[in-house]
């Protein structure tokens, strides 16, 4: 769906002949709202990979939220949370990111695989971080490394969705890498990696497509310029084994608007040779919508609400303005964008355990913020091809929240069970003029009185 003005709207529906669904007008603020759907007029399928996930290494995410234990008293499938896992069933999820994140880029896969009592304990990347300096010591300083690839893929199977993972670029090397892959996906009895996963207990290979080529390389990933970046990624992705499964390869993307970042990757993975922009499946985005100080996730005026929902409104402008910087060297634009970091980020207070790092309580606010980016990536399900909402449980825009037996689903499920039925679905453009709000300042907003 799209905003076009009326003359585009009637020149498009004469030449077209388009059918077109008009939506009563609605009065909104004094004003009229016109909607009209072009329904032979699609942009795209929209890719249940839109409706994805994130689970990081950080805070309550993995331990206490999806991690639980075998041995534990609350109810759990193999050491996973039964009720997380029955809840993710009713999404219908397609894929999840992991193990980062930040801490991708600190990762050594081989601590996370053997048996569990003989796996090392490592310092967390998080560790130096403000708000864990109090927090008493636990999984969030002092990674025990009890959750690993084995029961990750545990995890997507029981909840039936594709693995998506991080690799470690910054402190880990490009041999690293593809043993990582081989150890997922080579069939036992071909590789000794491939025996050592079935020795574990998992003959049959992970098919692990999704690889992430290292996290936020601008910064946590390892502070690259882009053009030390491009050079990185070609040396990670050259001559991967892939045991007949074609690789789905994601690069780190912008910090939001930085469109230098994206043009001058683009320049430097092609500037040898065009062809390796083809070796690039993805370019991953990523945005927050934060309350810059102006209280918690549960402290908020009107005017904030507003401003808050005009920010998350500005990933339209990041989608179309990377779209077109893309374009520049992929004119066919055979890269899509991945968003595989998003929400609403909001300072501390309203965790549920001391020591969930960047944990926050939801409301209604957040639910709306959810809605509107969901409708932003419909819109360019031409363009977005995977986004990932961080995180899952216990950080940030989560879906659900969990201490010890206790388990909570926020609003923010609520918004991605409605939307799950778009799944699949085709989206069709749409006519649309509405109003601006006016918040408790009297003043009018950036956000339109009604959402499309």
């Known amino acids: ?9 009637i020149q498009r529906s004469a030449v ?11 009065r909104a603020a004094g004003s009229e709202t016109e909607i009209k759907v072009l329904l032979n007029e699609p942009i795209g399928t929209i890719s249940p990979d839109l409706y994805g996930h994130f689970t990081e290494h950080i805070g309550g ?3 206490d939220g999806i991690w639980v234990g075998e041995d534990s008293k609350v109810p759990n499938q193999g050491g996973i949370r039964t009720a997380l ?3 993710m069933r009713r999404l219908k999820p397609s894929v999840v990111r992991w193990p980062g994140g930040c ?22 990347f998080w560790i130096n971080d403000g708000f864990l300096q109090s927090a008493p010591d636990g999984p969030a300083k002092y990674e025990p490394n009890q959750f690993g690839t084995n029961e990750f893929m545990h995890f997507c199977r029981l909840i039936g969705a594709q693995p998506y993972l991080a690799t470690n670029l910054r402190s880990n ?49 390892g ?7 491009a050079t990185e990624f070609r040396r990670f992705t050259a001559w991967v084994p892939n045991f007949g499964l074609p690789l789905a390869f994601i690069g780190s993307g912008p910090n939001g608007g930085d469109l230098d970042w994206t043009r001058k990757f ?30 918690d996730a549960i402290d908020f005026t009107v005017a904030d609400w507003y401003e808050l929902l005009g920010k998350a409104l500005h990933m339209e402008k990041l989608i179309q303005q990377h779209w077109a910087a893309m374009g520049e060297l992929d004119p066919r634009h055979r890269v899509k964008l991945i968003v595989d970091e998003w929400g609403a980020w909001h300072r501390p207070g309203t965790q549920v355990e001391r020591w969930h790092l960047f944990g926050q309580t939801s409301t209604m606010r957040d639910a709306l913020i959810a809605a509107l980016t969901l409708d932003i990536f419909n819109r360019h399900a031409d363009k977005v091809a995977m986004a990932n909402v961080a995180q899952l449980i216990n950080n940030l825009h989560s879906l659900f929240l969990a201490s010890g037996d206790k388990f909570f689903a926020t609003p923010n499920f609520h918004i991605f069970e409605m939307y799950s039925a778009h799944h699949n679905g085709k989206s069709v453009w749409t006519v649309f003029g509405v109003p601006e709000v006016s918040t408790d300042s009297g003043k009018p907003s950036s956000v339109p009185a009604l959402a499309v």
Not at 1 to 9: A, G, L, T
Not at 16 to 26: I, R
Not at 104 to 122: K, L, T, V
């Open 61 to 63: 995410v993995i331990y």
């Open 16 to 26: 077209a002949g388009a059918a077109v669904f008009a939506v009563p007008t609605v």
């Open 85 to 87: 896992v029955e809840h």
């Open 1 to 9: 769906m799209k905003p076009i003005n009326r003359r585009q709207f």
């Open 103 to 124: 801490f991708a880029d600190s990762y050594n896969w081989r601590d996370g695989i053997g048996p569990r009592a003989q796996r090392p304990r490592r310092t967390n």
């Open 173 to 221: 090397t490009a041999r690293d890498f593809y043993e990582w892959v081989e150890y997922c996906n080579a069939p036992a009895g071909q590789t000794t990696l491939g025996d050592q996963r079935a020795s574990l207990g998992d003959k049959e290979p992970f098919g692990v497509r999704f690889w992430g080529v290292g996290n936020e390389s601008w910064g946590c990933g």
């Open 266 to 295: 683009f320049a430097g993975l092609g500037q040898r040779d065009r062809g390796l922009i083809n070796s690039l499946y993805g370019w991953a985005l990523h945005y927050y919508c934060g309350t810059a100080g102006k209280g």
């Open 223 to 229: 502070n690259f310029t882009p053009e030390e970046y």
